[in-house]
C-alpha cells in the first residue's frame, strides 16, 4: 500500500512525510497480505487504484468503476477493506502529526521569526507597545484559562488502539530524530511491523456499549499521557521567557487549568448518577496522587547529592532528619532522606483519600498525611531553595519545579469536575 498523492503532488518540505506514510504504508500492506493473503491484499489495492484514479482525474467512468467494486463486496471482503483504510487514515495520522512537530522544530532551529499564536510571538507585541511589568502581572492575577473534556462516545477509539498509536508514534519519531545505523533502522522497522500487526489483529470496535465509567477512564488518560507533564512545562517556557524581556521577577499563578466535564453531566446523561460523580473525583484524584508519588519516588533515586561536598539550608536538614532514616548508605544524602520523608506523608495523603494505588512501601508507614497540597509544595519548596542557595540552580529546575508546580495546578483533585443538573431537581 503506498502513498495517497504522487510526488509531484506534494513540496520539498513535506519530503519526509511522504516518506513516513509510505513506510507505514508498506508494512500495513505487507501486514495484510502476511494475514489475510494475497487476495485481500490485491482487493485493498484495486480500490486504493481506483479511489486515486477517480480524485485525480475526476472522471465519471472511473467514479462508476470504483462504486461497481465497492457494490461486488461481500460481508468479509467489506470489512477487510474498511479495516485496511480506516487503519491506513490512523497511520497517515500518526505520520502528519509528526511532521507537524518536525516543522516546529526545524522553525526553531532556522532561528525564524516567531509563529503566529506562539507565546514569544504574543510577549513581542506586548514590549513592542510597551506594556508595563505592573499591568501584566495585573494581567496574570486575574486571568483564567480553563479548556474543559467533554466526552463523545461515537468518537472515542478504545484505549488499545490508543496505546498502539502512541508506540508507534514514538518508533517512528526515533527513526526522525536520531542518527541511526542500517542495523538501528532494520531493528526499528521490526517494532513498527510488531505493532502494526497487533493493531491489525485488534478489533477496531467495542462489543459493549461505553458505560460513564469509561468515558471517565478514557479522559483520565489525557491527564496521565499529556497534561500532568506538559503544562508545568508551558509554565516554565513563559518564565524564561518573561524573564529573558523583563527585570521584574514575574509570580505566575495557576491560571492554566483543564477541567472535565465527564461524570458530572447529570442533565444530560441518565447515568451520570451520585455515584458515579463520587467515584468521578476520587478516579481523578488518585491519577494525581499516583504521579506524585512516581515523580516523588523518581527524584528520591536522582538527587543522591552528598553533604560532603555541598552545603544544605536548615530547613533541608530538619526535613531530612525528620524522614528517621536508619538507612546508613543515606546517612550523608540529605536531599534523599527528605525526599523518603516527602514521600512517606504522600503515601499516608494518598491512603487517606482511600485511594489503592501500587507504590512501593513507604520508609515510615506511620507518617503524618498532608492536610493540603499547600503543605506538600513547602516541602517541594524547602529542597528548591536549598538547592537554588547553594549552586545546585540547574537541579532545581526541570523535573523537581515541574513538579512543584504540578501540585500547584493539579492539587490533590486534579481537575474540577463541571456539573449540569436540571433546574426541575
Known amino acids: 500500500m503506498n502513498l495517497f498523492f504522487a510526488p509531484s503532488d506534494i513540496s520539498s518540505k513535506d519530503v519526509p512525510l511522504r516518506e513516513d506514510v509510505r513506510l507505514l504504508g508498506r508494512i500495513l500492506g505487507d501486514t495484510i497480505r502476511e494475514q489475510d493473503g494475497e487476495e485481500t491484499y490485491q482487493l485493498v489495492e484495486n480500490v486504493r487504484r481506483s479511489a486515486v484514479r477517480f480524485r485525480k482525474i475526476q472522471d465519471n467512468q472511473d467514479r462508476i468503476q ?7 463486496l461481500n460481508p468479509g471482503e467489506t470489512l477487510a477493506v474498511v479495516r485496511a483504510f480506516s487503519y491506513f487514515s490512523q497511520l497517515s495520522n500518526i505520520a502528519e502529526d509528526l511532521h507537524h512537530n518536525r516543522r516546529h522544530r526545524n522553525h526553531l532551529k532556522a532561528g525564524s521569526p516567531p509563529k503566529n499564536g506562539s507565546l514569544k510571538l504574543a510577549l ?13 502581572q495585573a494581567f496574570l492575577n486575574s486571568a483564567l484559562i480553563s479548556p474543559v473534556l467533554t466526552a463523545h462516545p461515537t468518537e472515542v477509539q478504545r484505549k488499545s488502539i490508543l496505546d498502539c498509536h502512541l508506540i508507534i508514534s514514538s518508533l517512528l519519531s526515533t527513526r526522525d530524530r536520531m542518527d541511526m545505523t542500517p542495523e538501528d533502522l532494520a531493528d526499528n522497522e521490526i517494532l513498527l511491523r510488531r505493532f502494526v500487526l497487533i493493531l491489525w489483529q485488534t478489533r477496531m470496535l467495542r462489543t459493549a456499549k461505553l458505560t460513564v465509567n469509561d ?10 499521557y499529556t497534561f500532568l507533564k506538559e503544562i508545568p512545562k508551558i509554565y516554565a517556557g513563559m518564565e524564561q521567557e518573561l524573564s529573558a524581556r523583563y527585570k521584574h521577577d514575574f509570580k505566575i499563578p495557576p491560571f492554566l ?28 484524584s488518585s491519577v494525581a496522587l499516583e504521579f506524585y508519588l512516581n515523580e516523588t519516588n523518581l527524584l528520591g533515586t536522582r538527587l543522591s547529592l552528598t553533604d560532603r561536598l555541598v552545603e ?7 526535613l531530612a532528619d525528620a524522614a528517621h532514616d536508619t538507612a546508613i548508605s543515606r546517612a550523608d544524602e540529605p536531599y534523599r532522606r527528605a525526599l523518603i520523608r516527602i514521600y512517606s506523608r504522600l503515601s499516608a495523603t494518598a491512603q487517606q483519600l482511600g485511594h489503592d494505588i501500587a507504590h512501593l512501601r513507604p520508609t515510615n508507614p506511620n507518617a503524618q498525611p498532608y492536610d493540603k497540597p499547600q503543605d506538600y509544595m513547602a516541602d517541594l519548596d524547602i529542597l528548591i531553595h536549598s538547592l537554588e542557595q547553594h549552586g545546585a540552580l540547574y537541579i532545581s529546575q526541570g523535573r523537581l519545579s515541574n513538579l512543584r508546580r504540578a501540585v500547584e495546578v ?3 483533585h486534579l481537575a474540577p469536575l463541571d456539573m449540569r443538573q436540571h433546574s426541575a431537581i
Open 215 to 224: 468515558e471517565i477512564k478514557n479522559g483520565l488518560e489525557f491527564y496521565r
Open 257 to 284: 487549568r483543564v477541567g472535565s466535564w465527564i461524570g458530572g453531566d447529570r442533565d444530560g446523561n441518565p447515568y451520570v448518577t451520585h455515584d458515579v460523580m463520587q467515584s468521578a473525583v476520587q478516579q481523578h
Open 66 to 72: 470504483l462504486e461497481a467494486i465497492l457494490d461486488a
Open 410 to 412: 493539579f492539587g490533590f
Open 312 to 318: 544544605v539550608s536548615d530547613d533541608l536538614r530538619a
Open 124 to 136: 513581542d507585541r506586548l514590549t513592542e507597545k510597551p506594556v508595563s511589568e505592573e499591568r501584566l
